[in-house]
């Protein structure tokens, strides 16, 4: 069974960072690109960041660009996300997705619960 | 970017009902476009994928059309158990751009 486990959301004010992690099992962690997506309280989704199987392809959303980092750890099976210099505009709820291929421009098939992310003084 | 424009935002049926919700694309997408059920308070789950097949375990009152810029899903027959906020997705282009969601309500 696929899971993946989102942990290091929380409150943080703006302009500090914050590192999320996603937890993978129950596939072949290096056989997929991973994607981070999120939503803010009661819109829609938005797609943050995406990776290939072997880091080789990277993308992210303009609204993030510069300030998130995307990365992961194969032999660990997890994701990352660095989130630098943050707004009030990066609240939201982040989940982590398994791509449906190996590479980022791809949908996802499989989501965690999400982490929440709240970005205030 | 490719922007999903999807319809209609949102839509009142009474159970056993036809459903149709619509999603174009900016561009052509060939048939790269997935289709997202969100239950309140839950993650999304993939219903469709590559605009017309079903993934494994979802009920076959679920259907997907189409290709290139327009696309259409369908549930053949509404239950209750079907009220959710509904999600296109393109993955022709990074960035793998969402619609603006559909929000399904029984009448």
């Known amino acids: 069974e696929v899971q993946l486990v989102e942990s290091g959301g929380g409150l943080v004010q703006p302009g500090r960072s914050l590192r999320l992690s996603c937890a993978a099992s129950g596939f072949t962690f290096d056989d997929y690109a991973m994607h981070w997506v999120r939503q803010a309280p009661g819109k829609g989704l938005e797609w943050v960041s995406g990776?290939?199987?072997?880091?080789?392809?990277?993308g992210y959303a303009d609204s993030v660009k510069g300030r998130f980092t995307i990365s992961r750890d194969n032999a660990k099976n997890s994701l990352y996300l660095q989130m630098n210099s943050l707004r009030a505009e990066d609240t939201a709820l982040y989940y982590c997705?398994?791509?449906?291929?190996?590479?980022?421009?791809?949908?996802?098939?499989?989501w965690g619960q999400g982490t929440l992310v709240t970005v205030s003084s | 970017d490719i922007q999903m424009t999807q319809s209609p935002s949102s839509l009142s049926a009474s159970v056993g009902d036809r459903v149709t919700i619509t999603c174009q694309a900016s561009q052509d997408i060939s048939n790269y476009l997935n289709w997202y059920q969100q239950k309140p308070g839950k993650a999304p789950k993939l219903l469709i994928y590559?605009?017309?097949n079903l993934e494994t375990g979802v009920p076959s009152r679920f259907s997907g059309s189409g290709s290139g810029t327009d696309f259409t899903f369908t549930i053949s027959s509404l239950q209750p158990e079907d009220i959710a906020t509904y999600y296109c997705?393109?993955?022709?282009?990074?960035?793998?751009?969402f619609g603006q969601g559909t929000k399904l309500e029984i009448k």
């Open positions: 997705q393109q993955y022709d282009n990074l960035p793998p751009t």
């Open positions: 590559d605009a017309s």
């Open positions: 990776i290939s199987w072997n880091s080789g392809s990277i």
């Open positions: 997705a398994k791509a449906s291929k190996d590479q980022a421009v791809a949908g996802s098939d499989y």
